[in-house]
């Protein structure tokens, strides 16, 4: 394994990161030095690269074992770690395991022991009840978005897992907020804390508001959709209920989009984030699980259908726009007799009477029943397409390739003829099946 192992020049070039930037840099600094380490840094800024780098220098190639473990507090999160290392190529196996994924898979992936595990808290409590792999090498622990995975209803299962890993000699914790307190149990002591969040709004952010003269909002809703034209948001609910009413307006209306929230299965929510991602779905409508730790890319705009209940989720919410080097626009969709939270004070009304017609939707989303693990890459996927599908360059959406499946995005022209002439046609050495998503 050792020579596979890549180093972190290696790893920017795969990445096509040709320059980390300075908290980046700072923490990899840090953690080199340090033994418990606080990243707090906003949503966007790579803090998941700024602690994966160092952290991999730590594993030991000739070690078996299970060295890394990195608690999150979603599954979405867990899922873009491993991701992120699958696409680093370091030589090094990795798992994540979350709720709501099928808990026969994890047992048979955890027989070849990963050196780093990803997990929420209650899947990865349920393998160490289990004694489903050794916690004797485990020296590093990664919090990662602990404001969220040390709240009131995730301790009890933190506390178990933390107080059942005797040897830990590296902590690293990131957030993209400082309110949240730290445990006893975490024992970070004498933490270096590297704070990159200014507390001030980003000069690249515009807040306006969008009033709405009916309770119903859905109409001010579609208004806002039409005056920002074919551009991709997330329009942010506080209940389950508010989205499905919401995308039942928006489908009488015929804007294509998807739906995100806790209550919905696992699959469903990926494939949520599959659509949206490769411009199938123009918009996202989501609870504030989407607001962070999901991977998604930055939005031009985001819209607060319902008003949020704390600052927190106010900051999360609109920290999908405007990050790094962007500009873009929060727009707080507010009913004449509700009033605005403190924390929105100040905010300035939104014009929205310039209005474009919409363009019908150009992609859709093909599922594939190979991935990884039938040895089908994404360039055996194009050629498919390209040679018997008859596809042209620019007809080729974005390809995402899971182990056991993939999917990709044609034109919705094209999509029935496709379904049509390459459904249970071979890819590599599989029999595949294709259908729209």
């Given at each position: 394994?050792?020579?596979?192992?890549?180093?972190?020049?290696?790893?920017?070039?795969?990445?096509?990161?040709?320059?980390?930037?300075?908290?980046?840099?700072?923490?990899?600094?840090?953690?080199?030095k340090?033994?418990?380490?606080?990243?707090?840094?906003?949503?966007?800024?790579?803090?998941?690269?700024?602690?994966l780098?160092?952290?991999?220098?730590?594993?030991?190639?000739?070690?078996?074992?299970?060295?890394?473990?990195?608690?999150?507090?979603?599954?979405?999160?867990?899922?873009?770690?491993e991701?992120?290392?699958?696409?680093?190529?370091?030589?090094?196996?990795?798992?994540?395991?979350?709720?709501?994924?099928?808990?026969?898979?994890?047992?048979?992936?955890?027989?070849?022991?990963?050196?780093?595990?990803?997990?929420?808290?209650g899947?990865?409590?349920?393998?160490?009840?289990?004694?489903?792999?050794?916690?004797?090498?485990?020296?590093?622990?990664i919090?990662?978005?602990?404001?969220?995975?040390?709240?009131?209803?995730?301790?009890?299962?933190?506390?178990?897992?933390?107080?059942?890993?005797?040897?830990?000699?590296?902590?690293?914790?990131?957030?993209?907020?400082?309110?949240a307190?730290?445990?006893?149990?975490?024992?970070?002591?004498?933490?270096?804390?590297?704070?990159?969040?200014?507390?001030?709004?980003?000069?690249?952010?515009?807040?306006?508001?969008?009033?709405?003269?009916?309770?119903?909002?859905?109409?001010?809703?579609?208004?806002?959709?039409?005056?920002?034209?074919?551009?991709?948001?997330?329009?942010?609910?506080?209940?389950?209920?508010?989205?499905?009413?919401?995308?039942d307006?928006?489908?009488?209306?015929?804007?294509?989009?998807?739906?995100?929230?806790?209550?919905?299965?696992?699959?469903?929510?990926e494939?949520?984030?599959?659509?949206?991602?490769?411009?199938t779905?123009?918009?996202?409508i989501?609870?504030?699980?989407?607001?962070?730790?999901?991977?998604?890319?930055?939005?031009?705009?985001?819209?607060?259908?319902?008003?949020?209940?704390?600052?927190?989720?106010?900051?999360?919410?609109?920290?999908?726009?405007?990050?790094?080097?962007?500009?873009?626009?929060?727009?707080?969709?507010?009913?004449?007799k509700?009033?605005?939270?403190?924390?929105?004070?100040?905010?300035?009304?939104?014009?929205?009477?310039?209005?474009?017609?919409?363009?019908p939707?150009?992609?859709?989303?093909?599922?594939?029943?190979?991935?990884?693990?039938d040895?089908?890459?994404?360039?055996?996927?194009?050629?498919?397409?390209?040679?018997?599908?008859?596809?042209t360059?620019?007809?080729?959406?974005?390809i995402?390739?899971?182990?056991?499946?993939?999917?990709?995005?044609?034109?919705?022209?094209?999509?029935?003829?496709?379904?049509e002439?390459?459904?249970?046609t071979?890819?590599?050495?599989?029999?595949?099946?294709?259908?729209?998503?």
């Open positions: 394994m050792a020579n596979r192992i890549k180093g972190q020049e290696d790893i920017l070039a795969k990445l096509n990161i040709y320059e980390l930037n300075e908290m980046q840099k700072n923490a990899i600094s840090v953690i080199d340090t033994t418990n380490t606080v990243i707090l840094s906003p949503t966007g800024t790579g803090k998941t690269l700024a602690f780098l160092p952290t991999l220098k730590l594993i030991d190639s000739e070690n078996d074992n299970v060295q890394v473990l990195i608690l999150v507090p979603s599954r979405e999160l867990a899922i873009q770690i991701q992120v290392l699958r696409e680093m190529g370091t030589g090094f196996k990795v798992n994540a395991v979350y709720g709501g994924r099928s808990m026969a898979k994890d047992k048979i992936e955890l027989k070849h022991t990963p050196s780093i595990l990803i997990g929420t808290p899947r990865i409590s349920d393998h160490f009840a289990n004694n489903r792999f050794s916690k004797e090498s485990i020296k590093t622990l919090l990662d978005e602990f404001d969220k995975s040390l709240e009131v209803g995730f301790e009890y299962e933190m506390r178990g897992i933390i107080n059942q890993l005797p040897n830990i000699n590296k902590r690293i914790l990131t957030s993209a907020t400082q309110e307190e730290i445990p006893d149990f975490v024992r970070l002591e004498n933490p270096a804390i590297l704070n990159y969040l200014t507390g001030k709004k980003s000069k690249k952010l515009a807040i306006k508001v969008v009033a709405s003269s009916a309770k119903n909002k859905n109409q001010t809703l579609l208004d806002v959709l039409h005056h920002v034209g074919n551009k991709q948001g997330i329009v942010f609910c506080n209940l389950k209920e508010s989205i499905q009413y919401a995308s307006f928006l489908t009488k209306n015929k804007i294509a989009h998807s739906c995100f929230s806790g209550g919905m299965e696992q699959r469903d929510r494939r949520s984030l599959i659509k949206f991602r490769n411009g779905s123009q918009v996202l989501a609870t504030d699980l989407a607001a962070r730790g999901i991977d998604i890319p930055e939005m031009d705009y985001i819209i607060h259908y319902e008003l949020p209940q704390r600052v927190e989720e106010f900051t999360h919410r609109n920290g999908r726009t405007a990050r790094v080097n962007a500009k873009g626009t929060a727009y707080v969709l507010k009913w004449d509700e009033r605005l939270p403190d924390f929105m004070k100040g905010v300035t009304n939104a014009n929205i009477s310039e209005k474009e017609k919409l363009k939707r150009y992609w859709e989303t093909l599922f594939i029943s190979g991935g990884r693990k040895k089908i890459s994404k360039g055996d996927i194009a050629g498919l397409f390209f040679k018997k599908g008859n596809l360059k620019d007809q080729l959406g974005i995402e390739l899971k182990q056991d499946c993939a999917f990709i995005a044609v034109p919705v022209a094209e999509a029935k003829k496709l379904v002439e390459l459904n249970n071979r890819l590599k050495n599989k029999k595949v099946r294709i259908h729209i998503v």
